[in-house]
């Protein structure tokens, strides 16, 4: 297996984390109350826009050529690091 196979394993499984995560918060926000609960599906709204951003930069990266995926690489990775923020930041909103 290549080093951009594993790669791109290891970033689905991370954005699979992800998603479960975004799932969890949906769960929590459909006990919220009518005023926050509107707001915490727009936060989750805008979560799923950045994941489905970062599946499409690791398919671009998975179909790349082998010499131009490590140049792929960083976009994904600042990608999953936006997701990452956005979801803990979405967790610490919740808690209020």
Known sequence: ???RDE???K?????????AEIDALEAKAQHAEA???EAYQKQIAALRVRQDEA???LE????AGEGAWQDLKAGVELAWDAIGEAIESAKTHFKK
């Open 1 to 3: 297996m290549s080093t």
């Open 7 to 9: 790669y791109v394993r």
């Open 11 to 19: 970033m689905h499984s991370l954005l699979d984390k992800g998603s």
């Open 35 to 37: 005023g926050a609960r």
């Open 55 to 57: 599946r499409a930069k």
């Open 60 to 63: 671009s990266l998975r179909n």
